[in-house]
């Protein structure tokens, strides 16, 4: 009878009704409430797709965002299910909502891609000259393109050594391309020197008739061409002989 008496008085002292198990402590309220969260974000995330998890070395469980230390998976997800890192995730994504450019829609409708068969490599010419007033080397190139799409022209343009993905980038090198639908893009390696664009130095030309596309470049001449075609200085005049004419 008196340990009756003494369970009733405790349960009056500490505030449980008599047949119940006691009130539990705080801790273990904590560790239940850590154990729920933890089964119900086992239920919900994909660990493998957490943004702000890192596994160090140790074999510890890092959040990146909350900048806290875990022992193991389950405490890491119960710390994901917490009030600390829900707001840190909500003030990440109102910031970058903030930061982040509001584009303008755009009106214009994409453009259909244009799938072509193609039918190989266009026929072609090479010719190398150089002029004999300026010294200058050219270069003519002739493009066949018999069965190019009605309506087209063929198209060219220069590329840079370091921009093809075909071979080893050569800085002496650059590279002509041409294309016309439904021929396969072409190219060729040239010089890397500087094309001369003046006057009736460069020029492109489409014949309809014979389908053959010319496009004629000419380089300009580098300091060192220009000095090895100047001429040489006339020989000193011998001891006591006259001098040399023109001077």
Known sequence: AWCEALAAAMDRDFGSKPGSGG???SQQQNVDRKERLRQLAYQTLDISKDPYLLRNHLGSYACKLCLTLHNNEGNYLAHTQGKRHQ??????????????PVLP???KKKAAIRKTVKIGRPGYRVTKQIEPETQQRSLLFEVEYPEIEEGLQPRHRFMSAYEQKVEAPD?????ILFAA???ETIGFK???VEIDKSEGKFSTNWD????TFAVQMFFKRTPHQQQGSSAPPPPPPPPGGPPPQGS
Not at 171 to 175: C, S, T
């Open 23 to 25: 009130v539990a402590s």
């Open 87 to 100: 707001e840190n995730v909500a003030r990440r994504l109102a910031r970058e909502a903030r930061d982040a």
């Open 105 to 107: 829609l755009a009106n």
């Open 171 to 175: 800085k002496n090198f650059q590279y």
């Open 181 to 183: 639908e439904p021929y």
């Open 190 to 192: 040239i010089p890397n």
């Open 208 to 211: 309809g008739e014979s389908k």
